[in-house]
């Protein structure tokens, strides 16, 4: 078996005789001893004669003597890394430019691209519309406008429809899988006030009949639970707090509501003559507005709710850092009607007078548990409560998560009205239709493991590989480059461009790699990931939840594997938690850990990142508000009752690997090394 004892000989220092012999580059790829890693070779080529590099994807093979340049770039970066603070261009980065742009307007780029093409595309009601977005022209009259009292819907428009909604088998959309069905078997638990039935389909759920030509056009046909339920309680005009799985269509949810209202309603303000509001300032007043706590998030519900507003009155629009602020306020000006915004871009066009919120009627946090957490808290309550928004009596306030923390629960409370607590299965749970395996790594073998990881099996699938820091992103990327595998970096130190560029290179495959810090972890719905490897934990088993999230979307399988140590023994109990709950093996060693951890463990909830511990007086008085008491501390994330909380069937098709194809692979290990026989009856000694 080529396994981690095999993989810990790339160690540098360790059998490097041994390694040279088995070296794939030829000379002009040696490099000088002790001048970095060793090339790395795959389990099936050891002991195997020299090839070419592989050249696996046409970025590898645009640049012929990239690999032999390779060693002498990166110690070029590395010095350029040291002169510039850490802040330079990076091999990795300088590779991805090379690539050439698959959107027209030269954007390119996940969010900013389409920014910049809306504002050359978006115009009032009736006018002409110039640019398009990513296909292109959008010709006018694809934007409807309110008339008369009426909607009146713009014209259908092929190219817009196959820019929006693309063709049928586009292997860059989303494909609902295997399981999608199953969502259905989730327990729901919806308490507060009466909550409404559900809806049971689109079709029986007298949807505004534009909307419901758009959601089919996007190729939904059954609605997701949490669909079923915001349909119904936004028809009602009730506020809600939602948590249901990663990809399990909370964006549908937060968005068929308020635009089914929306197009039912019609604008706030007294009409123009071409069917419009009219004002002396140049603040647009949008009537939505839906904060996330990322750029490319944001980009992706703008994305979303681009396909769903098609030929409405509502324009939809986008604003976030890092992108051209005055092509963002032009595209404002053009028309604003449902704004996507992160809060600190936001914050920015409200001091320029660019933005007023006096006529809100639907409020949207996104990812609310983040957005309400120390980073991002004083932000959301000077948006809310300090500028013109209408007070929460006046406003529909929606907030979707898959975790919601107690403490944050009750931080919400003062943004929300006689509000519905939606729950999809537990609050904070795993989808089960991600297979999630736990491995015993140490750090020095990290690499090693991710090699074998990503050299065994299908190699062109797209595998996401979660770590801790930017400058890990980027060195890790660089050593994966290294050895040949086309990857890239994401994270909040990379100019949007190459963030965006990253993101694309990764979506269409090109780079079929990517390392991400915790800025890719939340909401990004990336289709075909297959794989998710946290290379390094996370503190907060929330996080872990949002990262392994990003496979196994949409009822599709997926996997995720993560690299543990006893640098984590502070997540393993919660850790063990959620696997149990969504059905995963759980190794042996991670029991004795936890039980080892006790001592370590209890405060792992606390938010890892711009988060705050969430000490006693946060969480302790909560006020459960179905049963009028006070939670009990059972389980901090979920405070049904135990009866409504049974874990569903596992999902057909789980044990499948989802493309992961981990299992029984070189890189199988079992936990940590064996205590000496000497010593392991005595209680005092513990690897832990
Ligand atoms: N009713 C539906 N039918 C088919 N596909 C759907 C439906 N609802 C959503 N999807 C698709 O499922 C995928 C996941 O949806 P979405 O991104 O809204 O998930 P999410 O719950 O917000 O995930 P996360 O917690 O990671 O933010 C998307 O590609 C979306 O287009």
């Not at 909607?151 to 196959?162: K, L």
């Not at 933005?355 to 309550?381: H, W």
Request: net charge positive; glycine share 12%.
């Amino acid at each position: 078996m080529t396994g981690i004892g095999n993989q810990t000989n790339n160690v540098p220092g360790k059998l490097d005789q041994h390694l040279a012999g088995l070296s794939v580059g030829d000379s002009s790829d040696a490099r000088p001893a002790g001048s970095g890693p060793k090339r790395y070779i795959p389990p099936h080529l050891r002991g195997k004669p020299p090839t070419e590099p592989a050249g696996k994807t046409a970025t590898l093979e645009r640049t012929s003597s990239w690999s032999g340049n390779m060693a002498a770039a990166r110690d070029r970066s590395r010095s350029n890394e040291r002169a510039a603070g850490g802040g330079a261009e990076r091999a990795a980065v300088g590779r991805e430019d090379t690539g050439d742009v698959r959107r027209a307007g030269g954007g390119g780029g996940f969010g900013g691209g389409r920014g910049d093409a809306m504002a050359r595309t978006t115009t009032w009601a009736g006018r002409r519309e110039e640019g398009g977005g990513r296909g292109g022209p959008v010709r006018a009259g694809a934007f409807g406008m309110w008339a008369g009292g009426k909607h009146v819907h713009g014209q259908r428009n092929q190219r817009t429809e196959t820019e929006l909604f693309g063709e049928a088998d586009d292997p860059e959309r989303m494909h609902t899988g295997i399981n999608f069905e199953k969502y259905d078997d989730i327990p729901v638990d919806a308490s507060g006030r009466d909550p409404p039935a559900p809806i049971t389909n689109f079709d029986d759920a007298d949807l505004e009949p534009l909307l419901l030509e758009n959601i089919k056009m996007s190729g939904y046909r059954v609605p997701t639970p949490v669909q079923k339920s915001s349909i119904s309680y936004g028809r009602a005009g009730r506020d809600m707090m939602a948590c249901a799985q990663t990809g399990s269509g909370k964006t549908g949810g937060f968005l068929f509501p308020i635009l089914n209202e929306s197009f039912r309603k019609g604008p706030c303000e007294p009409q123009g003559g071409d069917g419009r509001a009219h004002y002396r300032s140049r603040a647009a007043r949008p009537i939505a507005l839906i904060l996330s706590p990322t750029r490319e998030l944001t980009s992706q519900i703008f994305d979303e709710a681009r396909k769903f507003c098609y030929r409405s009155w509502v324009r939809p629009c986008v604003v976030y850092g890092g992108a051209d602020i005055v092509g963002q306020m032009r595209q404002m000006e053009r028309g604003c009607d449902l704004l996507v915004a992160t809060p600190g871009r936001l914050v920015d066009l409200i001091e320029r007078g660019r933005v007023s919120l006096s006529n809100i009627r639907y409020l949207v946090l996104d990812e609310a548990d983040r957005m309400l957490d120390m980073g991002f808290e004083p932000q959301i309550r000077r948006i809310v409560e300090k500028e013109d928004m209408p007070g929460v009596d006046s406003r529909h306030t929606l907030m979707f998560s898959a975790t919601f923390p107690r403490d944050i629960q009750m931080l919400a409370r003062d943004f929300l009205k006689d509000y519905i607590f939606l729950s999809v299965g537990r609050v904070g749970a795993t989808s089960e239709n991600i297979t999630q395996r736990i491995e015993y790594v140490e750090d020095e073998d990290k690499l090693s493991v991710l090699l074998d990881i990503l050299t065994s099996g299908d190699t062109t699938r797209l595998t996401l590989v979660f770590v801790e820091t930017k400058r890990m992103a980027d060195r890790l990327s660089e050593d994966l480059l290294y050895s040949n595998i086309p990857a890239s970096a994401i994270h909040g130190d990379r100019t949007q461009r190459e963030r965006e560029r990253a993101l694309e290179n990764f979506r269409t495959a090109r780079t079929p790699v990517l390392v991400a810090t915790a800025v890719a972890a939340r909401g990004l719905d990336i289709p075909n990931v297959a794989l998710v490897v946290n290379y390094d934990l996370p503190t907060d088993t929330d996080e872990y939840v949002h990262r392994v999230g990003r496979t196994g979307r949409a009822g599709n399988t997926g996997t995720a594997i993560s690299f543990f140590n006893r640098g984590n023994r502070s997540i393993a109990r919660n850790l063990i938690d959620l696997l149990k709950e969504s059905n995963q093996d759980i190794p042996e060693w991670l029991a004795i850990v936890a039980r080892e951890g006790s001592g370590f463990g209890a405060g792992a909830r606390g938010r890892g990142r711009g988060g705050y511990s969430s000490g006693p007086s946060r969480g302790s008085g909560f006020r459960d508000h179905r049963s009028g008491g006070f939670a009990s501390a059972r389980n901090d994330r979920d405070f049904r009752p135990s009866h409504a909380s049974a874990p569903s069937a596992a999902p057909a098709g789980r044990s499948a690997g989802g493309g992961g194809g981990a299992r029984g692979s070189a890189y199988s290990h079992n936990g940590p090394p064996p205590m000496p026989p000497a010593l392991e009856n005595d209680p005092k000694n513990s690897w832990f």
